[in-house]
């Protein structure tokens, strides 16, 4: 018996979800609203193109050499734990061709669902929004309690994670903020790395392709001088840290 998905886009050269290159799948599916979203066209879960577990390993394994020892498939959103039979079924099958497969969630589906992903893939890419309750819901429509109860679960079977913490100016750009979450994620052995996002807007063309309105179109991209300061609070506490910094563009002179 088949088991399908629907599914939003394929990154086959992927070098930023996980160790080496990726195979990245985005699912269709999300129940969260984050003001900051770049692929809202992923929210719909009965959107996108449907296909079989069978077919895209069949499309994963062409790439395998590409993908070679020290790389894997990644699957994410969306919220890829919205699919979660069909991603359960991925993940095993991919695990029987010897390939390292990588969740990338926010942890907002209910762990009595997810537990079984969890424990099946190789590494989670967890997403915590804030570890502000108040300030999680504001930011997405939802608060934090699956997501941590999903690291917490992490920590009790051993399973490897990579936090990732979008650094959202007026937000969560903010080192009081930044100086608790630190404190927070050093506790936990299972993570081993966190990589800090920058905030951008690049995906406000898909809200007005949606005709819906961009929430955060006056937030600025943060300043390379506060990411620097981000990335230092999370190393001051012994964290390895994964963040693009690049220098930002000189203002030209108009005569």
């Not at 050499?65 to 919205?82: H, M, N, R």
């Not at 190789?122 to 999680?136: E, F, T």
């Not at 937030?219 to 230092?232: C, E, N």
């Amino acid at each position: 018996m088949s088991i399908w998905g629907r599914i939003h886009s394929v990154e086959t050269m992927g070098t930023l979800d996980g160790p080496g290159l990726r195979y990245v799948l985005f699912l269709q599916g999300c129940s969260l609203r984050c003001r900051y979203c770049h692929n809202p066209d992923t929210w719909d879960v009965n959107g996108g193109k449907q296909m079989s577990v069978q077919e895209v390993v069949t499309d994963i394994l062409t790439y395998r050499a590409f993908i070679g020892d020290g790389g894997g498939v990644t699957i994410s959103g969306g919220e890829p734990l919205k699919q979660i039979e069909f991603v359960l079924a991925l993940v095993r099958a991919l695990k029987a061709e010897g390939i390292h497969t990588a969740i990338d969630t926010a942890g907002s589906v209910p762990l009595e669902l997810s537990r079984p992903v969890l424990q099946e893939a190789d590494l989670i890419l967890l997403d915590i929004k804030s570890l502000d309750d108040k300030q999680a819901f504001s930011l997405t429509g939802m608060g934090n309690a699956n997501t941590l109860a999903t690291l917490a679960y992490c920590q009790a079977i051993g399973k490897e994670v990579w936090i990732r913490h979008v650094l959202v100016p007026g937000w969560t750009l903010d080192e009081a903020r930044l100086g608790q979450l630190a404190d927070f994620i050093a506790a936990f052995d299972c993570v081993k790395t966190v990589e800090l996002l920058p905030y951008h807007s690049m995906g406000a063309y898909k809200w007005e392709q949606l005709k819906m309105s961009y929430p955060l179109k006056d937030v600025k991209s943060p300043k390379k001088a506060d990411l620097l300061t981000a990335r230092s609070i999370f190393e001051e506490r012994g964290l390895t840290v994964l963040m693009t910094v690049t220098d930002e563009p000189k203002k030209t002179k108009v005569s």
